[in-house]
């Protein structure tokens, strides 16, 4: 076997320190690059800023820790956005893992904004059920979680005393990292109820979403962190979406490098095994 | 009767629900049906629970070769279930706060110093296998790898910055792949896995499906 | 034989238009009960059908009718066509390159809970499984990722053995509960791949963001691998690292492609008739949206 056979069967363990060094390049060497944004992000954006200040929102985040590098960035500029224009947000994840990242980031970012718990903002946890909480939940939210994240009475906070319905509020906002996620709350509350709703979800899932999108079910999509970061941009709070773009940037080239070795590699060895 | 009574009950919630979103005068019912469901379903994962600590107990007595990963389980299991549910939010001791869930309590701490960074971990492996995967994969051996090999490489250049960088045109073009042959792919694959979904949905109040009380 | 399956249906059928009824019936107090309060402040009168759904459920209706005479042809004996699943024929030689190569076949029913109808079509697809390599005294490898899942997998091995007329055969030690956590049975599997080497690894079930990590590792060890599911984000992986693919909906034809069960055949049959209705419906809309009718799409709009 010459050197070209054996680069074309290149051991993995190279490729993935090839991925590393790659991905790690930004970190050493700062690179800066446009963001240029997209139909999609824009509608997400202007659904946000085209609400009447102070509206309630309907923000469920169904992701786990393993998608927080990616929906972290975007659920942290989404609450910038909501908080800045003084709407109020009720928080919950379908999740069992989620409470504990989802409950850090959106009491962070209340502290941020000066927002008041159970005033501006309430967080409820999680509650078992997937799609049968998406229905019951539309029709009364203190029904579905009578108790917050934290254990007090749901009732008792002065914000579910004004929104305590789905129809109550002006918009839905869902950070989605699969399912139950995006897909679900179309086909069981968006059918249903004629509220926006917006999706921000993990670069694999976002293609799925696109019908929705095209079908106006959805008013906006973020996908993945290279949406985040074009949101970022857009409503001018570059945070870690932005930052990590050079480094996906990076990680994409080396993919596509080793795509265009291994194909040259494949035609020279095939043209040379058909001429001997 | 062991499967007779599962199958009725079954049938007859799901028939509620289908007719609760055409009839609407049907809610009430609907509604309170649903809030059984919820009942059952976090009595459900207790039943979960108690499974995970059933079989990791069996492995243990037993003395199978897993068995001290068992016991780190279930060492793992009550410890969280201990500091979450069953010790009070009150109980701090020496200014640190033990009990419940809340930010700054040890179970929140356990969550976000172990399992967050294992979880993240284990997801961060999928780049670089996607990376090998790629590398293996995408070969120009017929017309359509060839095809998958050339729209992988112009999706991936235009889904990043770089890519506008490289051609003003990219973001566009991996824009119309992703919404023209992408999205009319996507919607046939939906429908049809929208329609395998109704139809056994349909058998299972129609009493046709019965697997999920162990088949026949 | 025959006519018991259509007393079957005929039975459930029945029974369930008795359940719809019942459920009608008991509607109507629980209605009276929560009018009775309203009576003091008059509240709005309910709709008694949301003609706004129409668009929905005459599709279902029709959808309805075709899996139940489908069915009924089915039962009848009526040859009905399924065309060849390149997938399903790779599992027949997946299992002899395992016995040839004295190595295990490892089954992975996908990391959901038995109410996704994914995992129980892989439980009857397990059950054909083991039918086979119970003939050959392959040991068959069954991780389960969620602990509700592990008595419905012993119960499709058990019953499989048993049918081949090989009931000794069957090792309880083979079907192994690893975690409920995604990663964690992820890693777990990896480790099964690694150091009991199989020489066939099935994906059949459904999968989230871990399959290309099984897959990935599975190559690793030089394994045939044979994927199926549902869930459409994770097909392009599973596409990609496996020598064959279930894509979407082979995944549930393909239990009506192994046991043949008239049930699964005819449902299988309504399904391709539907999507043609469907194609129908989407080349009317778009020709009249062209010529400037928009009416038949606003009706289409969920409401």
């Known amino acids: 076997m010459n050197w070209m056979q054996r680069l074309e069967k290149l051991d993995r363990r190279i490729i993935f320190v090839i991925m590393f060094i790659a991905v790690s390049i930004p970190v050493l060497v700062r690179l800066d690059m446009p963001i240029p944004s997209s139909k999609e992000v824009d509608d997400y954006f202007d659904t946000i800023e085209k609400l009447p200040d102070g509206s309630p929102v309907f923000f469920p985040a169904d992701f786990d820790p393993g998608s927080v590098a990616e929906l972290e960035p975007m659920m942290r500029t989404s609450l910038r956005h909501l908080f800045r224009k003084n709407c109020k947000v009720i928080c919950f994840t379908l999740w069992d893992t989620g409470p504990g990242v989802v409950d850090g980031i959106i009491r962070d970012e209340a502290k941020r904004a000066n927002k008041e718990y159970g005033v501006d903002y309430v967080f409820l946890g999680f509650k078992a059920g997937r799609e049968v909480i998406m229905v019951q939940i539309a029709n009364s939210i203190s029904g579905v979680f009578p108790q917050d994240y934290v254990g007090a009475d749901t009732k008792s906070l002065p914000l579910m005393q004004q929104v305590d319905k789905l129809t109550d509020t002006k918009l839905i906002v869902n950070i989605s990292a699969g399912y139950p996620g995006t897909k679900e709350w179309v086909q069981q509350v968006r059918t249903r109820y004629a509220i926006p709703m917006l999706s921000g979800c993990t670069g694999v899932s976002a293609p799925e979403y696109y019908p929705y999108y095209q079908a106006g079910q959805l008013s906006g999509l973020l996908g993945g962190l290279g949406g985040a970061a074009k949101y970022e941009n857009k409503a001018n709070e570059k945070g870690e979406a932005t930052a990590g773009m050079p480094a996906q940037s990076m990680g994409h080239l080396a993919v596509i490098a080793l795509i265009l070795m291994g194909n040259v590699l494949y035609v020279v060895n095939k043209k040379k095994a058909g001429t001997r | ?216 | 034989m025959a006519d018991r399956a259509n007393a079957r249906t005929g039975t459930g059928i029945a029974g369930s238009l008795a359940g719809a009824f019942a459920a009608l019936l008991i509607a109507l107090p629980a209605l009276a009960q929560e009018a009775a309060p309203a009576a003091a402040a008059p509240a709005a009168p309910v709709q008694f059908f949301s003609s706004e759904r129409l668009n929905i459920l005459i599709p279902i209706v029709i959808f309805t009718l075709l899996i139940l005479y489908f069915i009924q042809q089915a039962k009848q004996g009526k040859s009905l066509f399924i065309r060849n699943i390149p997938g399903l024929d790779a599992i027949e030689e997946a299992i002899g390159r395992c016995t040839e190569m004295g190595r295990p076949i490892l089954y992975v029913p996908g990391i959901d809970d038995a109410t996704n109808i994914q995992t129980i079509y892989s439980m009857i697809i397990l059950n054909h499984v083991a039918k086979r390599v119970a003939q050959y005294d392959t040991p068959l490898i069954v991780p389960v990722g969620k602990a509700i899942v592990t008595p419905l997998a012993e119960e499709a091995v058990k019953s499989g053995y048993t049918a081949a007329g090989r009931p000794d055969a069957y090792n309880p030690n083979n079907i192994r509960f690893m975690s409920d956590e995604q990663f964690a049975f992820t890693a777990a599997v990896n480790g099964i791949m690694n150091r009991e080497k199989p020489a066939a690894n099935i994906y059949l079930g459904s999968f989230f963001a871990e399959s290309l990590v099984l897959a990935e590792t599975g190559i690793m060890t030089g394994a045939i691998q044979i994927a199926g599911t549902a869930n459409i984000h994770q097909l392009p992986f599973f596409v990609v690292a496996c020598d064959y693919a279930l894509v979407g909906e082979e995944f549930y034809a393909a239990t009506a492609y192994l046991s043949r069960e008239p049930g699964l055949v005819g449902t299988l049959k309504a399904t391709d008739v539907m999507k043609v209705v469907l194609m129908l419906t989407i080349i009317i809309g778009v020709l009249l949206e062209q010529f400037g009718f928009h009416g038949f799409t606003a009706w289409m709009q969920p409401k």
């Open chain 2, 1 to 216: 009767m062991r499967r007779e009574v599962p199958i009725i009950i079954t049938i007859f919630i799901g028939w509620v629900m289908v007719l609760d979103f055409f009839f609407p005068w049907i809610s009430g019912t609907a509604t309170h049906m649903r809030d059984w469901t919820l009942v059952l379903i976090a009595v459900s994962q207790m039943l979960g629970v108690a499974n995970v600590a059933r079989i990791n107990l069996d492995k243990v007595s037993r003395g199978h070769k897993d068995a001290p990963y068992a016991v780190m389980l279930l060492v793992a299991m009550l410890t969280m279930i201990v500091l979450g549910v069953l010790m009070p939010k009150s109980a701090t001791i020496g200014g640190f706060t033990w009990g419940g869930i809340e930010g700054g309590s040890l179970f929140d701490k356990i969550y976000n110093q172990m399992y967050v960074p294992m979880q993240g971990t284990m997801f961060s492996l999928l780049a670089f296998f996607i990376a090998s995967a790629a590398y293996r994969a995408f070969k120009i051996r017929s017309p359509e790898a060839t095809i998958l090999a050339v729209t992988a490489v112009i999706i991936m250049i235009g889904q990043v910055p770089i890519g506008s960088l490289l051609w003003d045109g990219m973001p566009g073009l991996s824009a119309w792949i992703m919404n023209v042959p992408n999205l009319a792919a996507k919607r046939a694959i939906l429908i049809g896995a929208a329609l395998g979904a109704v139809a056994t949905g349909m058998k299972v109040i129609l009493g046709l499906e019965r697997n999920y009380v162990g088949g026949e």
